[in-house]
Each structure stands twice: as structure tokens, then as C-alpha cells.
């Protein structure tokens, strides 16, 4: 499945089944990208690392 | 039959994994982002756990603590548990909890104000690593060969606005062959070992460090089972280096990565199956042993 960045307007692949909350990076740009809607699939800039983020 | 919950607020390749392997075994589950979870104190008209059991995937310790802590209030089995959460999260009280435990770990001092790490580094012998209680990814951590540089870190250190950041851990270099050794304990059992490369002496996945099969030597599963246990058990990453006299525990990781680790084993391990294989049995212990799959 393939959307569009909303960054760049570059297209992204996205392997299925997709996800919510799922994790895409644009190949043009290099944003990273969140799946926020599957009805349609939409995509948002993903957030920032936080700093309580990790392991 | 109640599901099985994954709280992950962020989906990544391990989520999927772990999505799969819960739909290879037909198990009932809802994907919780945390980020759109709340629960009222008090509030029991629900009647009970929402769930049989909670995967913790979430990549945020706060929310991932308290996810674990009120889910847990509700009667729900959590993987991993509040308590685990917490100690993995505090390197002290890993420490703390190895040494109470027996576990060998690389020396380790502790200084409670920046002014102080100097002379503790000092008495620990450079070089000394310098580490930030919390955190992870390799964040903030920093190698002080002489007292001179570890002055200067100490001085960066001081000036964070945390309070907790002024707290000092401080730990000797261990002078590692190029590599560390990442194992994946869930429960009693040892998923597998990988070697961590790295021409950095950071040598953490999401630093880019390159994995490899380790074998499965006893006294490294001995040392694995035994740190896992130490923090309290469940799904856990467990980092070790190998020290003269045999492995060292650096730390112990409560929500595992393992993509570089998949990788490195292809289709000998599956990483996501055993993790799935744990919180099942988690909440059939919790459910009055009801299986999970015979009751959809």
C-alpha cells in the first residue's frame, strides 16, 4: 500500500496488514512517519522521542 | 473471555512481530495505545478486569509504569509487572537488587551530588563510566578516563534541571572484546543470546551495534536467569559483558528490543512467539486457568 508523506509528498510503502500507531519512514525525506487513521490509512508526522523513552 | 491487551503507544517491527504471533495462536487481543488510556480511581462499574493480561510494549517508562500499576489494581496480570518496571528503570535499584542477589555486575559507586562523582570516580579507578540512573539507548552515557574529563561531564551534568540527574552512577570500564552479550530471559527460560558489536565502546542496538548468534553457555544462562530473577522476573533484556573472571550484568532491560536479535537468529528463534508464549500463561494463572484460546 503505498501513501503519500505528508512532509515531503514523497510516496511511502506500507507493508499490510497495517497498524495503528504503526511506524513508517519516508524514503525521500527521511520523517518519521505514524499511522494515526486505518479507514482511511493516514499518516502524521510521528512524535518526537521523549526523554523517558527506550528499553 | 476478556482479551489479552498489547499497550504500545508506538508500533514497531517487535509489535508486529508480536501482533502476528498472537494471531498464529488465536488469541483474542486489543491494541491499547497508552496514549489514549485512562481509568477512574474508584470506578469498578466495568465489573472486573478489563483484561486477562497486559503485554507492556509501551516504549515511554512513565506511561508504561503507570499503565502496568493501574492495570495491576484492576486484578489484570501485567507483563511486566509495575514493580519490575520501576526497578529496570532505576539503574541504582538494579544494582541494588543484583548485589542483593549475588549476581556479578562490573564495581559500581554511587554519588549524590555531581561535586562528589569526581572523588567517587576518583576512588573507583579511571576509566569510570558515567551513567544516568534512568534512561536507556545508550543516552548520556559517557567514558571519564581521567579526572579531568570526568569533572567536565560532571560539570554538564550538574547543570541538568533534573534533580535526578544530579545523582551520580558511576562504573568501571569494562575493558569489553569489541562486544557485549544481549540475552532474552521470559520467565524461567532463556530465549537466546546475541553478541553486540560495535566500533564505538556503546555498543547498544540503537546505537547501531551489529548482532550475532551467541551460544547458550551455562554460565551465561546461569547469570541471565539469575538477573532476571533478581529484578522480579517476566520478559526481560538482559546486557552482560564479559569480564575476566566471567560475565558481568550491566543492566536489565524490561521492554526488550529485537530486531537486530531476530535478525541475527533468523528462523532458529522466535522472539515474539516466546514473548506471547509468557503473557498467556500469565493470564491463565490469572483466569482461573481458563485457556485462553478454548474460550473465544
Redesign the interface.
Given at each position: 500500500m503505498t501513501r503519500t508523506c505528508p512532509e515531503c509528498e514523497g510516496p511511502v510503502e506500507l507493508a499490510e496488514p497495517v497498524?495503528?500507531?504503526?511506524?513508517a519512514q519516508c524514503a525521500d525525506c527521511s520523517s518519521e512517519l505514524?499511522?494515526v487513521g486505518l479507514d482511511p490509512v493516514s499518516l502524521a508526522l510521528?512524535p518526537e522521542i521523549?526523554?523517558?523513552?527506550?528499553? | 473471555m476478556r482479551p489479552l491487551a498489547v499497550l504500545a503507544s508506538r508500533v514497531r517491527y517487535e509489535e508486529k512481530r508480536i501482533f502476528a504471533a498472537l494471531e498464529r495462536r488465536e488469541v483474542p487481543y486489543t491494541h491499547v495505545d497508552t496514549r489514549r488510556f485512562s481509568v477512574e480511581l474508584g470506578d469498578t462499574a466495568g465489573g472486573g478486569p478489563f483484561f486477562a493480561a497486559a503485554l507492556n510494549r509501551e516504549i515511554s517508562h512513565s506511561r508504561a509504569l503507570y499503565a502496568s500499576l493501574l492495570l495491576e489494581a484492576r486484578g489484570v496480570a501485567t507483563v511486566n509487572r509495575s514493580d519490575v518496571i520501576e526497578m529496570c528503570g532505576d539503574k541504582l535499584r538494579t544494582s541494588l537488587a543484583l548485589e542483593r542477589a549475588g549476581v556479578p555486575s562490573p564495581r559500581t559507586a554511587v554519588a549524590l551530588s555531581p561535586d562528589e562523582g569526581a572523588d567517587a570516580a576518583e576512588r573507583l579507578g579511571f576509566p569510570v563510566v558515567i551513567k544516568p540512573l534512568a534512561g536507556s539507548w545508550g543516552r548520556l552515557v559517557a567514558a571519564a578516563h581521567d579526572r579531568d574529563t570526568a569533572e567536565a561531564l560532571l560539570e554538564h551534568r550538574a547543570a541538568l534541571p533534573s534533580p535526578v540527574q544530579h545523582i551520580v552512577y558511576l562504573q568501571e570500564f569494562v575493558d569489553k572484546p569489541g562486544r557485549d552479550i544481549r540475552m532474552i530471559v521470559a520467565g524461567d527460560d532463556v530465549v537466546g543470546a546475541t553478541y553486540r558489536y560495535s566500533d564505538s565502546w556503546r555498543t547498544n542496538a540503537a546505537r547501531g551495534g551489529r548482532s550475532k548468534p551467541c551460544p547458550l553457555v551455562p554460565e551465561l544462562v546461569a547469570a541471565a536467569l539469575a538477573a532476571a530473577r533478581a529484578v522480579g522476573g517476566g520478559v526481560l533484556g538482559v546486557d552482560l559483558v564479559e569480564g575476566p573472571d566471567g560475565p558481568l550484568v550491566l543492566e536489565v532491560n524490561h521492554a526488550v528490543e529485537f530486531q537486530g536479535f531476530q535478525a541475527a537468529h533468523g528462523d532458529t528463534v522466535d522472539v515474539a512467539d516466546a514473548i506471547v508464549a509468557y503473557a498467556i500463561s500469565a493470564a491463565e494463572q490469572n483466569d482461573d486457568h481458563v485457556p485462553l484460546r478454548e474460550a473465544q
Amino acid at each position: 500500500m503505498t501513501r503519500t508523506c505528508p512532509e515531503c509528498e514523497g510516496p511511502v510503502e506500507l507493508a499490510e496488514p497495517v497498524r495503528l500507531s504503526e511506524i513508517a519512514q519516508c524514503a525521500d525525506c527521511s520523517s518519521e512517519l505514524e499511522v494515526v487513521g486505518l479507514d482511511p490509512v493516514s499518516l502524521a508526522l510521528a512524535p518526537e522521542i521523549e526523554e523517558d523513552w527506550g528499553e | 473471555m476478556r482479551p489479552l491487551a498489547v499497550l504500545a503507544s508506538r508500533v514497531r517491527y517487535e509489535e508486529k512481530r508480536i501482533f502476528a504471533a498472537l494471531e498464529r495462536r488465536e488469541v483474542p487481543y486489543t491494541h491499547v495505545d497508552t496514549r489514549r488510556f485512562s481509568v477512574e480511581l474508584g470506578d469498578t462499574a466495568g465489573g472486573g478486569p478489563f483484561f486477562a493480561a497486559a503485554l507492556n510494549r509501551e516504549i515511554s517508562h512513565s506511561r508504561a509504569l503507570y499503565a502496568s500499576l493501574l492495570l495491576e489494581a484492576r486484578g489484570v496480570a501485567t507483563v511486566n509487572r509495575s514493580d519490575v518496571i520501576e526497578m529496570c528503570g532505576d539503574k541504582l535499584r538494579t544494582s541494588l537488587a543484583l548485589e542483593r542477589a549475588g549476581v556479578p555486575s562490573p564495581r559500581t559507586a554511587v554519588a549524590l551530588s555531581p561535586d562528589e562523582g569526581a572523588d567517587a570516580a576518583e576512588r573507583l579507578g579511571f576509566p569510570v563510566v558515567i551513567k544516568p540512573l534512568a534512561g536507556s539507548w545508550g543516552r548520556l552515557v559517557a567514558a571519564a578516563h581521567d579526572r579531568d574529563t570526568a569533572e567536565a561531564l560532571l560539570e554538564h551534568r550538574a547543570a541538568l534541571p533534573s534533580p535526578v540527574q544530579h545523582i551520580v552512577y558511576l562504573q568501571e570500564f569494562v575493558d569489553k572484546p569489541g562486544r557485549d552479550i544481549r540475552m532474552i530471559v521470559a520467565g524461567d527460560d532463556v530465549v537466546g543470546a546475541t553478541y553486540r558489536y560495535s566500533d564505538s565502546w556503546r555498543t547498544n542496538a540503537a546505537r547501531g551495534g551489529r548482532s550475532k548468534p551467541c551460544p547458550l553457555v551455562p554460565e551465561l544462562v546461569a547469570a541471565a536467569l539469575a538477573a532476571a530473577r533478581a529484578v522480579g522476573g517476566g520478559v526481560l533484556g538482559v546486557d552482560l559483558v564479559e569480564g575476566p573472571d566471567g560475565p558481568l550484568v550491566l543492566e536489565v532491560n524490561h521492554a526488550v528490543e529485537f530486531q537486530g536479535f531476530q535478525a541475527a537468529h533468523g528462523d532458529t528463534v522466535d522472539v515474539a512467539d516466546a514473548i506471547v508464549a509468557y503473557a498467556i500463561s500469565a493470564a491463565e494463572q490469572n483466569d482461573d486457568h481458563v485457556p485462553l484460546r478454548e474460550a473465544q
